[in-house]
């Protein structure tokens, strides 16, 4: 079983990696651009004795726990298989 | 009195913490990551570098390390714990102070000499500074940028929690003297009870006017001066306004 | 297993000649793998076969060196029972190819030179040489390709970030170095990394495999594909247009965290006595490391390639010995002692594995599951690798000895105007945008940092100063290499010099084109005679350091770049000065004032930033600095500055007397009202760049006593001016020529880097 976890900033926080990046894509002629903001992306490789319940629920304990911090930023996840 | 220096592998600020202590005439220690023991340290500093290399965020895996969960119990009790740069970062991180840390603003590492200003002197760490006045303390970081949700800003704001704010050579608080884009400039806060100071820039680096600067030395002095006191009619501490 | 074929040996860039010789050795064909190891040891980065020859005429004794050339690093002894090692080495090829992580790995290669050692490293300093980051300016010799600025700016992006990346996770400041902008180093960044440790004297280590039955161990990171063939071949053939993207794999990711716990836990493992040798692997790895190691001690090692930690399944031979995964090293322990050495690996969460042992027999041996699968005496791979005399013929010059513009009288008007343009010409403007991304106070010993001759470091140990400096210029030794190169050695001494500290050594790196081409071994050779000449006058050997070929991109090679890096030792820290005007009302003097014919001038100016930047031109001669005035001049400016006279110092060097008393005025915001007399040309006095003179500050009442001892080296002393105001004055025949505000020169000197540099 594989886990995706998406850990992005909060959308009331400046992003400031991506602003950059927008100004960059504007500057480049990209015009179209409104808003970029730039996450993480985690792969968990998980064992395949596990339920998928106990699945999501490790996932989800590791995502808040540990991978993201709250003040600043949150997470969405997916499970394959 | 026992100035406790945490270490953990990847801390590179930690012998300057050490060094500091020394030149302010104090007993200094390391206090291994692993342990749990403080060995009756007096103060500990939690000093800057990567921690564990910081891949994930900055501090979020020292929160994890066995001498945190005996910082914390420390803490609790009252005992003074400093954290400079990375150790600001990890006090952050393990929830003794709050807010959180963002990337600088211009998304680099900066390594400067910055004036910060004293917002509130009757702290166990500015007692020896006086109120309003403005330091030459360097940093050196690339996550500094500090940010907090609105209410946790008024609390921190009307609660004299704010001790030090980036600011001009006289004193003016500017955007440009804000070098990280922190909110409100802010360089360093204090928690509610008054005993756990996180700042940004490194008062262990400005403790030798060869380098540059001794103003960092106010900052130890300070400590030594609440550690006295405490010692002789604790346990009452020097409490936030 | 592949017999092997032709091709496959060319492949492995052996010429047929090459290969004969390894049957010969071996008496029968070698291996696939054996032939991977002599690949890689006979490359020209491994084996120096090209400059060798050349190099052995180097000074390298001297009273103060402890350890010269042919170690992970050169050794000098600083007095009160501690040394210090340092040494350059260039991570050119691979920071063109991956600008960060190349970058970022040359900086950690060169620290574990200096922690193998047994030195804790305390200084990064960086050469960095870059294509123009501006889309005007000057476009560089006949022949020159089109300005890529954009790609330029990107590469020194990824540079600076990489350098900042490793050094400041891994806990040294990076006090210095230098930034230099050329058209010719537009496909060919040089990235010259150097640094510098303390140890005690009586706990050096060395890369030396020694007590046969001693157990080889493996430390650090698992070894991976990255990196095979990366610096030893990257760094052995030119690169032709479309490469860079197609060698990309080549280049290894740096770990800064890791290699801050192997040097901890090194430090830690020598400091049990159970250590008998210690080496990094760096390029060509675990095959350089083995057969040194054994070679140095005059053992060998015998290694089962099973036990060697691997980050992928199904490695093979070939590839576990040729890989350059970052972060390993390879020690030898004392049989019996293994145990205190694992502990030490453990508490910093390493790996530690046996891996094989030293054997009597002076070979590398190797194993894989049980087989052997190479073996090959250290010597053939090491002392006996192939030696080059290449031929050498001087070239054509492609530019000309005279201007090839006719230089007017200027109004002051204009010469203001000249001296804002030097100063916000990226060459010559501060370089803050650059070492604001580096921590360049941790450790707390940094007194000098960045910006300034050279660099200064407290040594807490001793009390004393240790200053360094890094020092070339390719444009000078395009026009003369010798000329060029000693005005490198002399500059990088004389920096050290200002700040009072007596040079005592130094290392080079010198970055050159395809030395097959006989003109470019010409450039190296004349580079070297330059390079002993200046170092034999001014009494510093060197102690090892780097020599970096094929630095060509489609043909084209580099202007040839020797890079000096100097380390000089001051008794006391607190008795050395800065350049910077420290009051107002001190007089100006120039140490060393000379006067050179207008013809000479008019062709040494033709070499100068002035000619680049204002004229767009290149012409002539570099200066021919004269060597015994140069000596004196150094050793007048430290006495004088141990006698306490000397408030400030600064040398004259890019830009001229000009640049220079303007950089003085910055720091504390103190101007200056210069005067220049009438028998002067104000244009030459202004911004000609003669070498062998130093700017100093006095009180007016020791302009006497230091014009005496000045005397004493038969040195004459010019009245310059006075430091005040919050401008620079400048009048000729007593007549005012031109007056520039303190605000205006600084805003341009301290912004112009940052403003070319971000742009998008």
Redesign the interface.
């Known amino acids: 079983m594989k886990a995706n976890i998406y850990v992005s900033?909060k959308k009331?926080?400046?992003?400031?990696?991506g602003a950059?990046i927008r100004?960059?894509l504007a500057?480049?002629g990209f015009g179209g651009v409104e808003t970029v903001r730039q996450g993480k992306y985690f792969q968990i490789l998980l064992s395949s004795n596990l339920t998928p319940a106990q699945a999501r629920e490790q996932v989800e304990r590791i995502a808040r726990e540990?991978?993201t911090?709250p003040?600043?930023e949150e997470f969405t996840f997916q499970i394959e298989e | 009195m026992k100035f406790g220096v945490v270490v953990f592998p990847g801390s590179n600020c930690d012998h300057d913490a050490y060094c500091a202590a020394e030149i302010m005439g104090q007993e200094a220690q390391f206090l291994w990551h692993e342990s749990r023991d403080l060995q009756g340290s007096d103060v500990v500093i939690l000093p800057g570098g990567f921690s564990y290399g910081d891949y994930?965020?900055t501090g979020?895996i020292a929160r994890f390390a066995p001498i945190l969960s005996s910082i914390k119990e420390f803490a609790s009790r009252g005992g003074l714990v400093i954290g400079i740069c990375n150790g600001f970062q990890i006090l952050?991180?393990a929830g003794l102070l709050?807010?959180?840390m963002?990337?600088?603003?211009?998304?680099k590492f900066i390594c400067r000499q910055v004036n910060i200003r004293v917002e509130n002197a009757f702290t166990s760490f500015t007692n020896a500074c006086s109120e309003r006045q403005v330091l030459q303390v360097p940093i050196a970081h690339a996550e500094g940028?500090y940010?907090?949700?609105p209410d946790t800003l008024i609390g921190l704001e009307n609660s004299g929690q704010i001790v030090f704010r980036y600011c001009t050579p006289s004193g003016e608080i500017t955007p440009e003297a804000n070098p990280n884009?922190s909110l409100n400039n802010i360089a360093g806060i204090m928690s509610r009870k008054g005993n756990v100071l996180g700042m940004m820039p490194h008062p262990e680096r400005a403790c030798n006017p060869l380098l540059g600067s001794s103003d960092g030395r106010l900052i130890f002095a300070s400590l030594i001066r609440a550690i006295s006191l405490m010692g002789a009619s604790k346990p009452e501490l020097i409490k936030a306004r | 297993m592949p017999s092997i074929t032709a091709e496959l040996v060319e492949q492995h860039h052996l010429i047929p000649e090459e290969y004969q010789k390894i049957l010969e050795i071996l008496g029968r064909e070698p291996t696939i793998t054996e032939l991977g190891i002599f690949s890689v040891m006979w490359s020209e980065h491994c084996s120096y076969k090209s400059s060798r020859v050349h190099l052995k005429r180097l000074p390298t004794r001297g009273e103060a060196v402890v350890q010269g050339p042919g170690e992970n690093a050169g050794i000098i002894d600083i007095g009160h029972g501690y040394v210090c090692a340092f040494k350059i080495e260039s991570h050119n090829h691979p920071s063109f190819v991956e600008p960060f992580q190349g970058a970022a790995t040359g900086v950690g290669g060169i620290l574990r030179d200096i922690f193998t050692m047994g030195a804790r490293p305390i200084a990064i300093m960086d050469s960095l040489r870059f294509g123009p980051i501006a889309e005007s300016g000057f476009a560089g010799p006949p022949g020159t390709k089109p300005v890529n600025a954009y790609f330029n700016r990107r590469i020194l992006r990824g540079v600076v970030s990489g350098i900042a990346h490793y050094g400041n996770c891994f806990g040294v400041p990076t006090i210095g170095g230098e930034a230099v902008f050329e058209p010719c180093y537009q496909n060919n960044p040089l990235v010259n990394a150097f640094a510098l440790g303390i140890a005690k004297k009586d706990q050096i280590f060395y890369g030396r495999a020694g007590g046969s039955g001693n157990p080889v161990i493996y430390v650090g990171a698992k070894t991976g594909k990255d990196g095979i063939h990366g610096a030893s071949l990257l760094a052995s053939s030119e690169f032709s247009g479309s490469d860079g993207q197609q060698k990309r794999p080549n280049v290894q990711v740096g770990d800064p965290f890791l290699e801050k716990l192997l040097l901890e836990a090194c430090l830690k493992a020598m400091q049990t006595g159970a250590v008998v040798g210690i080496q990094d692997m760096g390029a060509a790895g675990l095959t350089c490391s083995t057969c040194e190691m054994g070679g140095r001690g005059g053992t060998g090692i015998e290694i089962e390639l099973d036990r060697v930690p691997q980050r992928e399944t199904g490695m093979s031979s070939y590839e576990i010995m040729l890989s350059e995964s970052q972060e390993r090293m390879l020690l030898v322990a004392q049989r019996g002692r293994e145990e205190e050495v694992y502990q030490v690996f453990r508490k910093w969460g390493l790996d530690a594995v046996e891996i094989g042992t030293v054997i009597d027999k002076p070979v590398l041996r190797v194993r894989q599951h049980g087989e052997l699968v190479a073996e090959i005496p250290n010597d053939a791979l090491t002392e006996e690798a192939p030696v080059y005399n290449r031929p050498i013929a001087s070239p054509q010059r492609i530019v000309p000895l005279d201007p090839s513009v006719r230089i007017h009288a200027r109004t002051g008007d204009e010469l203001a105007q000249d001296l804002l343009k030097l100063l916000s010409a990226p060459a010559i403007a501060s370089k803050r945008w650059i070492y604001e991304q580096y921590d360049t106070m941790v450790r707390t010993n940094t007194a000098v940092g960045p910006g300034s001759d050279a660099a200064l470091l407290h040594v807490k140990e001793t009390g004393q100063g240790l200053a360094m400096a890094l020092d070339g210029n390719g444009r000078y030794c395009f026009l003369d290499p010798r000329r060029g190169a000693r005005l490198a050695v002399a500059e990088s001494s004389r920096n050290v010099s200002v700040t009072g500290a007596r040079p005592l050594a130094a290392t080079n790196c010198l970055n050159f084109g395809n030395p097959e081409k006989p003109e470019i071994m010409w450039q190296f050779y004349e580079v070297v005679e330059g390079i002993r000449e200046a170092c034999e006058a001014l009494q510093i050997p060197i102690t090892g350091g780097n020599v970096s070929f094929y630095n060509e991109t489609d043909g084209r090679g580099i202007y040839p770049t020797p890079v000096l890096g100097i380390v000089g030792v001051l008794n006391r820290v607190e008795s050395h000065v800065t350049l910077t005007f420290p009051e107002e009302g001190l007089t100006i003097l120039l140490l060393g004032k000379h006067n050179i014919s207008q013809q000479d001038f008019e062709i040494i100016f033709g070499s100068s930033q002035y000619a680049q930047t204002v004229l767009q031109s290149i012409w002539g001669l570099p200066p021919d600095v004269d060597l015994e005035r140069e000596k004196k001049v150094q050793a007048c400016c430290r006495q004088l500055i141990q006698a306490g006279l000397v408030r400030s110092a600064h040398d004259i060097s890019d830009g001229g007397l000009a640049v220079a008393v303007a950089e003085c005025c910055f720091g504390k915001n103190v101007g200056a009202t210069i005067e220049i007399a009438q028998n002067e040309n104000p244009l030459q006095w202004l911004f000609s760049e003669d070498p062998s003179q130093i700017m100093v500050t006095v009180h007016l009442d020791q302009v006497a006593e230091t014009s005496r001892i000045a005397g004493q080296y038969n040195l004459s002393v010019a009245v310059l001016g006075t430091t005040g105001g919050n401008s620079l004055k400048i009048s000729f025949d007593r007549q005012p020529l031109f007056e520039v505000p303190i605000s205006l020169m600084k805003n341009l000197y301290e912004s112009a880097l940052e403003a070319a540099i971000e742009k998008?």
């Open positions: 900033p009331t926080v400046l992003d400031p990696q950059t100004a960059a500057g480049l540990v991978l911090n003040v600043i | 994930l965020r979020a952050l991180e709050p807010g959180a963002l990337r600088n603003r211009n998304l940028n940010f907090a949700d884009g | 998008i």
